[in-house]
């Protein structure tokens, strides 16, 4: 069984990945966090957030369906509430790997997005 390193390392050996959660008015947010980390990596990123067509600079996309040309994998920044719908399109899209960003409480984690990646191999 792979571990937690082992899976970190996968998700971060895709080069194109989308960050959902980005917010364009709070750049304090977790989301924008990880995104301009992964951006100074050198991993083309996408954010993603449908009430936004600009973060830092960067076109935005409203969802995965919108980036052009697709992406490998996806962090999940926002609330549990909205992560089963990202699990969902990432499931239609063919992304097999989703990482649900935790902070305090439960961050974006829902246990019915968990158990839908588990069903679908994501």
Request: aromatic share 6%; glycine share 8%; with cysteine.
């Given at each position: 069984?792979?571990?937690?390193?082992?899976?970190?390392?996968?998700?971060?050996?895709?080069?194109r990945?989308?960050?959902?959660?980005?917010?364009?008015t709070?750049?304090?947010?977790?989301?924008?966090?990880?995104?301009?980390?992964?951006?100074?990596?050198?991993?083309?990123?996408?954010?993603?957030?449908?009430?936004?067509?600009?973060?830092?600079?960067?076109?935005?996309?409203?969802?995965?369906?919108?980036?052009?040309?697709?992406?490998?994998?996806?962090?999940?920044?926002?609330?549990?509430?909205?992560?089963?719908?990202?699990?969902?399109?990432?499931?239609?899209?063919?992304?097999?790997?989703?990482?649900m960003?935790?902070?305090?409480?439960?961050?974006?984690?829902?246990?019915?997005?968990?158990?839908?990646?588990?069903?679908?191999?994501?």
């Amino acid at each position: 069984m792979p571990t937690l390193n082992d899976r970190a390392s996968d998700f971060l050996a895709q080069k194109r990945i989308a960050v959902a959660g980005v917010s364009h008015t709070d750049g304090a947010q977790a989301a924008n966090i990880v995104y301009r980390r992964l951006r100074s990596a050198g991993y083309e990123i996408f954010p993603v957030n449908p009430k936004a067509t600009e973060v830092e600079g960067d076109p935005c996309y409203p969802n995965l369906a919108a980036i052009p040309d697709g992406v490998d994998a996806v962090v999940i920044a926002t609330t549990p509430a909205i992560a089963e719908g990202i699990v969902r399109e990432c499931a239609d899209r063919g992304i097999s790997r989703v990482w649900m960003h935790r902070s305090f409480g439960a961050g974006s984690v829902s246990d019915v997005a968990v158990q839908y990646c588990r069903e679908h191999d994501i």
